[in-house]
């Protein structure tokens, strides 16, 4: 069992930054991959970025490629997402998720566990 929370979400204007916490509780948080998804209001759940369990490998949206950066600390329990350059279309409920597959993993039906979400709002 994983539990996972979110938090670092908050407002910023369009061009700032904010980085993303995904706190873990669990042992095998460290052999799964992870994954930030991302809803705005009245639009389905996507994929923003992925982590394989050893940090080798990551995976974006893309949307985001060269703007957000995974990373994970295993021996914090922790992952994060370090998001520049936002712009409005960035606001959204972003959750952070882990997976009991391998690699890193873009759908929404791969993950298992998953956090409760942090609000980021980017005014223009």
């Known amino acids: 069992q994983v539990q996972l929370v979110e938090s670092g979400g908050g407002l910023v204007q369009a061009g700032g930054s904010l980085r993303l916490s995904c706190a873990a509780s669990g042992r095998t948080f460290s052999s799964c991959p992870v994954g930030w998804f991302r809803q705005a209001p009245g639009k389905e759940r996507e994929f923003v970025a992925a982590?394989?369990?050893?940090?080798?490998?990551?995976n974006y949206a893309e949307s985001v490629k060269g703007r957000f950066t995974m990373s994970r600390d295993n021996a914090k329990n922790t992952a994060y997402l370090q998001m520049n350059s936002l712009k409005p279309e960035d606001t959204a409920v972003y959750f952070c998720a882990a997976a009991l597959t391998t690699g890193t993993p873009s759908f929404l039906s791969e993950y298992k566990y998953w956090g409760q979400g942090t609000q980021v709002t980017v005014s223009s």
């Open positions: 982590i394989s369990w050893s940090g080798g490998n990551t």
